[in-house]
């Protein structure tokens, strides 16, 4: 299908550790959508910000400047599009 974005990752169970995207411009958004039954946490590094990171959620940010990460969960699915 036609995306505005140049790759899609698909993240299954699987903590993600803390990232920056090189491949991106300063000035662009990276999206990112939670999907599955889990009750994450999503980090922003240099905000020093832990979001409730549920099911549902979608997050924008600069992922070229900000480092993002998602840590070990307790119990549940959690599938990532980013």
Do not use: G, M, W
């Given at each position: 299908w036609p995306s505005i974005y140049l790759g899609i990752d698909v993240?299954?169970?699987?903590?993600?550790?803390?990232?920056?995207?090189?491949?991106?411009?300063?000035s662009l958004l990276n999206l990112v959508v939670s999907l599955g039954t889990h009750d994450a946490?999503?980090?922003?590094s240099e905000l020093g910000t832990i979001f409730h990171y549920q099911p549902g959620t979608m997050v924008f940010l600069a992922g070229k400047l900000l480092t993002h990460?998602?840590?070990?969960w307790e119990k549940g699915?959690?599938?990532?599009?980013?």
């Open positions: 993240i299954v169970n699987q903590e993600t550790p803390p990232y920056l995207d090189q491949a991106s411009a300063p946490q999503f980090h922003i990460s998602v840590p070990k699915e959690r599938i990532a599009l980013a």
